[in-house]
């Protein structure tokens, strides 16, 4: 049996999207090929490297603490810490090396490792660095440009989305690249698919996910402050937390609650009292598209989106659904009166939609597909 080393930044214990693609691509993988899951730990903690089934072997750089808020900072640590995960991967020997962002150093630093090699990009970060001084846009050109040069190096490109494929086609020339699409598990699909929901009272926006710069919630405390009489609960914990909670009391609001991070089990009852669900992305972000999402269409519930981009596009194919701006109260409060007039309908046609086109397991057959290609041609 073959050897995979897979290098990554997300992994076990660490709940998060992309621990749940990863855990979905290896557990496929495990059934042809023996993995070491090379990874690094959350800020802070030092998990021990353990066993997590017989064909996979866990091993992890541990990672101090520091302040991920600022750009450069967060960045010289990425660097460092992506530059430790490579050295590492060294120690275990294997026929096929693949790799994951969105850390974006992970591409550089392993891209001239030895053998055969995948490169998995799950967001193109680079591209986020505002260019509004003449310093930072020389510093976005500078890492554009050593993302070009060494996403070259590897034998095949995975991407989630359209505009990272768009992306990858128009600036690697003949790369092999295949997208793996970001999605829910069939077990979390099934178990949201059959949750009997009715309407609940009072009216209930439901937030569930991360709380930080890229998500910019601020705007649910300000529709909470303009229609008092729905409930709002956000569900989720991230570098803004605290400071939404902030803002929520300096202005006096009272019909809206921060629960922080929660079990799944909890997660399923926030799903049962909802009456529309709502994610939002700054439009900064247009190429990303949140996972959480897909959970959302696989429940039927009402959505509102706030944001542009490849996120945009995927609510649109969605019925029950709006897409406003992020940060538009005004807009966010004429979808919340839209669904408060009508009586609470549940999609079975975006349940189906996730079902035939996001179900990670099926996705990650395709990984399998292209290291068993690589591996036959060594």
């Known amino acids: 049996m073959k050897t995979i080393n897979f290098l990554t930044g997300n992994f076990l214990p660490e709940n998060c999207a992309g621990t749940n693609r990863i855990l979905a691509l290896v557990k496929e993988l495990e059934k042809k090929y023996k993995i070491n899951?090379?990874?690094?730990?959350?800020?802070?903690?030092?998990?021990?490297?353990?066993?997590?089934?017989?064909?996979?072997?866990?091993?992890?750089?541990h990672q101090k603490m520091y302040d991920g808020e600022k750009f450069f900072t967060r960045a010289i640590n990425e660097l460092m810490y992506a530059i430790k995960l490579a050295a590492k991967s060294t120690n275990f020997q294997s026929d096929i090396i693949i790799a994951t962002?969105?850390?974006?150093?992970?591409?550089?630093?392993?891209?001239?490792?030895?053998g055969k090699k995948v490169i998995d990009i799950r967001d193109l970060v680079w591209e986020y660095i505002d260019p509004r001084s003449l310093y930072t846009k020389l510093v976005k050109w500078t890492i554009t440009q050593l993302m070009k040069k060494t996403i070259k190096q590897y034998d095949y490109v995975t991407v989630t989305n359209n505009h990272e494929y768009e992306w990858v086609t128009d600036n690697i020339k003949n790369a092999?690249?295949?997208?793996i699409t970001n999605g829910i598990e069939i077990k979390n699909f099934k178990e949201l698919n059959q949750l009997d929901l009715k309407e609940v009272k009072p009216f209930t926006l439901t937030y569930i996910g991360n709380v930080g710069i890229a998500q910019n919630i601020n705007v649910l405390v300000d529709l909470a402050k303009r229609v008092p009489d729905i409930q709002i609960n956000i569900i989720g914990e991230g570098s803004k937390y605290h400071e939404l909670k902030r803002y929520a009391h300096k202005n006096n609001i009272n019909n809206i609650t921060f629960f922080g991070k929660v079990k799944r089990e909890r997660i399923i009852d926030f799903y049962k009292k909802t009456s529309v669900l709502f994610a939002q992305l700054d439009e900064k972000f247009q190429a990303a598209m949140p996972s959480k999402l897909y959970e959302y269409a696989s429940t039927g519930l009402p959505i509102i989106y706030a944001g542009l981009g490849e996120a945009r596009n995927f609510v649109k194919q969605l019925e029950n659904c709006t897409t406003i701006n992020p940060g538009d109260v005004k807009a966010?409060?004429?979808a919340v009166k839209k669904y408060r007039e009508e009586p609470l309908k549940?999609?079975?046609?975006?349940?189906?939609?996730?079902?035939?086109?996001?179900?990670?397991?099926?996705?990650?057959k395709k990984?399998?597909?292209i290291v068993d290609k690589l591996t036959q041609e060594s």
Do not use: H, W
């Open 37 to 61: 899951v090379i990874c690094i730990s959350e800020k802070g903690k030092k998990p021990d490297d353990f066993q997590f089934s017989e064909n996979i072997k866990v091993y992890y750089v």
């Open 101 to 114: 962002s969105p850390q974006m150093f992970i591409i550089p630093t392993v891209a001239f490792l030895p």
């Open 176 to 179: 092999d690249i295949e997208k």
């Open 332 to 334: 966010l409060e004429v």
């Open 346 to 364: 549940i999609s079975q046609k975006n349940k189906q939609f996730v079902y035939e086109n996001f179900i990670r397991e099926k996705q990650s």
């Open 367 to 369: 990984m399998v597909d």
